[in-house]
């Protein structure tokens, strides 16, 4: 039987603006066998989000029995509204040998880590504050006091970057999702990640050496 192993859990995180979900878009353009996990959270849809796609979008009542029921990998409020990593599907994935991809904020990012350290932890951070402002402003979606609240939560947020794996300045998008292509690309060759693969290999090598003879 050859030896299966486990996929990589990638998670790209960062303060609210810093461009995770455009860089997380053009990387899942870039492979498609990314898994991409889904979170649920209790906000509701802007414009042009779906069900199931963007988001699962729940009532807060259903979203603390899903917590009370363990059903999270990690959940956080942020901003008055809480949102969730489902467990199952992640877990499920990276056993098959998947790579799964999660864009959550710095709060989830470090409970992954606690419970699941075999992760690769992405950092995206904005060049500057003045430009993350601008950013945030300029995408129109949310009020002025939820923006002030966003900008003043960045310098408590930008003390954890070190607990990262990578850390990742979104300057020039093509850059920064380059970058984290490289990421993946050099994490999916490294030697404790294909210990199964190997063997197999090896395997494959013995066996011909041994009928050759
Ligand atoms: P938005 O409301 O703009 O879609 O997301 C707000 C913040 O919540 C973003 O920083 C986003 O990355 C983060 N977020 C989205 N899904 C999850 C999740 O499942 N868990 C956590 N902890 N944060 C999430």
């Keep these: 039987m050859t030896m299966k192993d486990e996929g990589i859990l990638l998670v790209v995180s960062g303060p609210s603006g810093a461009g995770k979900g455009t860089i997380c878009s053009a990387l899942r353009q870039a492979y498609p066998d990314i898994h991409y996990s889904v979170s649920m959270t209790t906000r509701a849809p802007r414009s042009g989000e779906k069900e199931g796609i963007s988001y699962y979008f729940r009532k807060e009542t259903e979203f603390r029995e899903l ?51 075999k992760g690769v932890f992405i950092y995206i951070v904005p060049p500057s504050l003045q430009i993350l402002s601008q950013r945030i402003h300029d995408r129109g979606t949310d009020s002025e006091e939820v923006i002030q609240k966003r900008l003043s939560q960045i310098t408590r947020e930008l003390a954890l970057a070190h607990q990262y794996d990578y850390i990742i300045v979104n300057d020039v998008l093509e850059q920064a999702v380059r970058k984290t292509s490289a990421i993946l690309e050099a994490e999916r060759c490294k030697l404790s990640r294909n210990e199964g693969q190997i063997e197999t290999i090896f395997k494959q090598y013995i066996t011909k050496e041994v009928s050759s003879k």
Aim: glycine fraction near 6%.
């Design 67 to 117: 917590i009370q029921r363990n059903a999270f990998l990690e959940y956080a409020q942020v901003y008055d509204h809480f949102y969730g990593t489902p467990k199952k599907y992640v877990l499920d994935q990276v056993a098959r040998g998947k790579t799964v991809l999660l864009e959550i904020d710095i709060q989830g990012a470090m409970q992954v880590k606690k419970t699941y350290p």
